[in-house]
C-alpha cells in the first residue's frame, strides 16, 4: 500500500561508545519553530454551521460491496454534540433526505474523535485546522471493514454570489459507482471559475479500474455552476465522460477558498473536493510546517479482479521546505491499524500544483498547494490536496485521495508544553507517531526548566533542577533538561495501546497536559545528515566504523542499527538503567520485528535488544540481504506488531 508520499510497504506487511552519563545521542536533537500565540483548543473551540460530505465503503472479499455518500449541514453545539441534515445515497439508489445527531470530542493540539454521520457507531479520528474553518477526519482506529474520508467547511455567514468562486482550483475526486469497487476510480481535478457561474476550464487526471487502471486526461470548456446565498449550489461539468463529469450538489466556504462536492445522481457515490491554488508564486520552500492529513485509498496489489486492499489513514505532514518531508500516520489496512513513519519528496511549480511521493515524477502533479495564510509573517499554504495518480498513458493500480490542513501553533505563559512537541529523540516523526515504553522522547516547550543540564551519571535521575516529567503518572528518567526542551525516557511501565499524558514540573510549578498516542513499539533509526543525504542511518560495521558513501555496506555483511523504541526487553530492564552488558542481554519481546533494505527483507537478525551499558537505546545487528540493489541511499526500514518506519537510508556497494 502506499501513502501519499511514502514507499510501498513491503510484503504486505504481514555496539555504540560505552559513555554512561551523556550517550553519544542525547543531544542528537533539533528545535521546533517558535510558535505563534494561540489558545488550546476544546469543545467550544468547534461550533457553528458547517457543510460536509462523507464517503464510506465497505469492504468484503477484496472489494467494496456497500457504498454510501452523505452530504449536508452539519451544526456543532460547542458543548461535545452535533446534529445533521442533508442527503444520503447507498449503494445504486437515489439520494434520500436525511438527518441525525452525533456527539465529538476535541484534544488540546486540535484531534477531534467524533461519531460518523452516517454510522453513529463508527468513530472518526479527524482534526481542525488552525483557523477552525474545516474538519477533515478518517475511521483509522475502526475494528470493522468500513472506510472512508469525512470534510467540512464552514457555512458562510452572509449571502453569496457566483461571484465567490473566481480564480483555480485544485481538488481530488474518488468515485464507486452503485457502491461497488467495480468502477472506482480517482482523479486530480483542476478547475478555473470565471466568477459568473462558468468554469472556463476543468480538466482531470486520473484512472478507473474497469479501464484497466490506465491514466487519462479529459478536459471540459463548458462547465457551468451555481451559487445559492447560503453557499449550497449546483455545478456541471460538462458532457458525460469516462472519469469526472455531470451534475453535482456543491458547497462553498464564505470567502470561496473551499469547494466540496458530491453526485446527485442515482447510484454515483462520490466525494469530491478542492481549495483555491495558493498562487503564481509558489515553491518548495513555501511548502513548510505541520500539516494535518487524512487519505482514503484502495489499491489492488494483485492481477486478480476482486483482489483489492483498502486503507484509511489521519496523521501529520512535516515539510521540511527543501523537497523532503515526514508523514507519521495511523493507517488501519484492512482491519489492521498500524502506525507508520515515512520520508517523501515533493516538487512545488509556480502555480502552486505539484508532485508529492517517494519518488517525483516529472510532468505528473498529483497534488497542490492552497489557500494562502501568514505563519510567523511569511506567507505560506493552508492546505495540500491531490489524489493518486500516474503520467498520462501510464497503469496505476492504487486509488485515492488526500486532504491536509496546516495544523495550529501555539505558545503558552509559565511552565508550557507544546501539545505538538512530543517527537523521537531519534526519527523526529511527529504525531501521531506514538511513543512506547522505554523510548528516548524529546519535549519541547517554553519554561520548561531554569536551565541546561544533562544527567551525570546512569541510572539516570527523575529530577534535575528541580524539573520533574510524569508520562501516565509515573516520574520518567531525565537525560537532559533546558527551558525548551527536555529529553526523557518513557518508562517501560507505561502500557502501550491508545494514548497517555505527559507533563513537566518546574519549580513545583506544573505545565499543561499533553495527551500523546502510546504503543507497545515505536521504532525510530538514529539518523543524520551528510552532502547526499538529508536522513543518513546512524549504521556501524561490526568493527565500530561508521557506515558512510567512502565505505559503504555490502551484501552479505552483519551491520549494526542504532534505534529507539522496541518497546519492552526481557530479562526487564529497570526504568533509568543501564541495559545488561554482560548476557543474558536484553531482547526485544516483540516476535515479529523485520528489517528492510530496499524493500529486501533481512533473513539473518542475529540480534535485537537493548543497546549494551545505554539506557533507552536498542541495538539491530543484521545482515544485509545479498539480493538488495546497492546505492548510495538505500532505504533502511523497520516493522514490528504495530508499525512500520521507513525514513532513513544507508549506502550500499556491490
Known amino acids: 500500500m502506499l501513502s501519499p508520499g511514502g514507499r510501498p510497504l513491503p510484503a504486505r506487511l504481514g555496539g555504540p561508545r560505552n559513555t554512561r552519563s551523556r550517550q553519544f545521542l542525547l543531544l542528537c536533537s533539533g528545535v521546533l519553530a517558535a510558535p505563534a500565540p494561540a489558545q488550546f483548543f476544546d469543545d467550544a473551540s468547534l461550533s457553528g454551521r458547517y457543510y460536509f460530505v462523507e464517503l464510506q465503503v465497505t469492504a468484503s472479499d477484496g472489494r467494496a460491496t456497500d457504498g454510501r455518500n452523505l452530504s449536508g449541514t452539519i451544526t456543532f453545539d460547542g458543548r461535545g454534540g452535533y446534529t445533521f441534515t442533508g442527503r444520503q445515497g447507498v449503494g445504486s439508489g437515489a439520494p434520500a ?9 476535541v484534544a488540546s493540539a486540535g484531534g477531534v474523535a467524533m461519531a460518523s454521520p452516517i454510522r453513529a457507531n ?20 475502526a475494528n470493522d471493514n468500513v472506510n472512508d474520508i469525512f470534510v467540512a467547511i464552514r457555512a458562510p455567514a452572509a449571502n453569496l454570489t457566483n461571484a465567490v468562486l473566481n480564480g483555480n482550483y485544485t481538488g481530488g475526486y ?21 466568477g459568473d457561474g462558468r468554469f472556463s476550464r476543468v480538466t482531470a487526471l486520473g484512472h478507473a479500474f474497469d479501464q484497466g487502471g490506465r491514466n487519462i486526461m479529459q478536459d471540459d470548456t463548458a462547465s457551468t455552476y451555481a451559487i445559492n446565498g447560503d453557499g449550497t449550489g449546483t455545478a456541471n461539468f460538462g458532457v458525460a465522460a469516462s472519469l469526472f463529469s455531470a451534475a453535482r450538489d456543491i458547497f462553498i466556504s464564505p470567502d470561496g477558498s473551499y469547494l466540496i462536492g458530491t453526485s446527485n445522481a442515482t447510484g454515483l457515490r462520490d466525494i469530491f473536493f478542492a481549495t483555491r491554488n495558493y498562487g503564481t508564486s509558489a515553491s518548495a520552500q513555501v511548502f513548510d510546517g505541520r500539516y494535518s492529513i487524512v487519505e482514503l485509498n484502495v489499491e489492488r496489489p494483485s492481477s486478480l479482479a476482486n483482489d483489492l ?21 495511523r493507517l488501519r489496512l484492512n482491519r489492521q491499524p498500524l502506525d507508520v513513519s515515512l520520508v517523501n519528496t ?10 508529492l511521493g517517494p519518488v517525483v515524477v516529472a510532468g505528473v502533479s498529483n497534488m497542490a498547494l492552497g489557500v494562502s495564510t501568514t505563519v510567523d509573517g511569511t506567507t505560506r499554504p493552508y492546505t495540500v490536496v491531490g489524489a493518486q495518480v500516474g503520467a498520462v498513458g501510464s497503469i496505476t493500480n492504487l486509488y485515492g485521495i488526500f486532504f491536509a490542513v496546516r495544523s495550529p501553533s501555539f505558545s503558552g505563559a509559565g511552565v508550557f508544553l507544546h501539545p505538538n512537541g512530543v517527537v523521537s529523540n531519534a526519527s523526529r516523526a511527529p504525531a501521531p507517531n506514538p511513543i512506547a515504553p522505554g523510548s528516548i522522547v524529546e519535549l519541547y516547550g517554553s519554561g520548561l526548566a531554569p536551565g541546561n543540564v544533562e544527567a551525570p551519571a546512569l541510572p539516570l535521575p527523575t529530577t534535575l533542577q528541580g524539573v520533574s516529567v510524569t508520562v501516565a503518572g ?8 533546558s527551558p525548551g526542551q527536555i529529553n526523557i525516557q518513557v518508562p517501560f511501565e507505561v502500557s502501550g495501546g491508545g494514548t497517555t ?60 542499527l542504532y534505534v529507539t523504541g522496541l518497546g519492552v526487553l526481557n530479562p526487564a530492564v529497570a526504568s533509568g538503567a543501564a541495559n545488561p552488558g554482560v ?31 545505554f539506557a533507552g537505546l536498542n541495538q539491530i545487528n543484521v545482515v544485509i540481504p545479498v539480493t538488495v540493489i546497492g546505492g548510495t541511499n538505500v532505504p533502511v526500514a523497520i516493522a514490528t506488531s504495530n508499525a512500520f518506519t521507513d525514513l532513513v537510508d544507508i549506502p550500499i556497494g556491490n
Open 474 to 481: 509515573r516520574l520518567a528518567p531525565l537525560f537532559f533538561v
Open 346 to 355: 515533493y516538487l512545488v511549480n509556480a502555480d502552486s500544483t505539484g508532485s
Open 122 to 141: 463508527l468513530q472518526v479520528r479527524a482534526w481542525l485546522s488552525g483557523d477552525r474553518n474545516v474538519v477533515v477526519g478518517a475511521s483509522t482506529e
Open 583 to 613: 548476557p543474558p542481554l536484553a531482547l526485544a519481546v516483540d516476535p515479529n520485528i523485520r528489517i528492510f533494505f530496499g524493500g529486501e527483507p533481512a533473513g539473518t537478525v542475529p540480534f535485537i535488544g537493548g543497546a549494551p551499558l
Open 501 to 560: 499524558t505527559i507533563q513537566v514540573t518546574n519549580g513545583g510549578m506544573r505545565s499543561n497536559e499533553v495527551v500523546v498516542p502510546v504503543a507497545a513499539t515505536g521504532p525510530g533509526v538514529y539518523a543524520y545528515a551528510d552532502a547526499e543525504s538529508q536522513n543518513r542511518a546512524l549504521v556501524t560495521h561490526a568493527n565500530g566504523s561508521l557506515v558512510t558513501p567512502q565505505s559503504p555496506a555490502l551484501p552479505g555483511e552483519t551491520v549494526i
Open 309 to 329: 486492499s483498502f486503507s484509511v489513514g489521519s496523521g501529520t505532514i512535516q515539510a521540511l521546505g527543501n523537497g523532503r518531508a515526514l508523514i507519521a500516520e
Open 97 to 105: 433526505v436525511a438527518s441525525g445527531a452525533g456527539t465529538y470530542s
Open 174 to 194: 474518488i468515485s464507486f459507482p452503485d457502491g461497488r469497487s467495480d468502477g472506482v476510480r480517482s482523479a486530480v481535478v483542476t478547475l478555473t471559475a470565471a
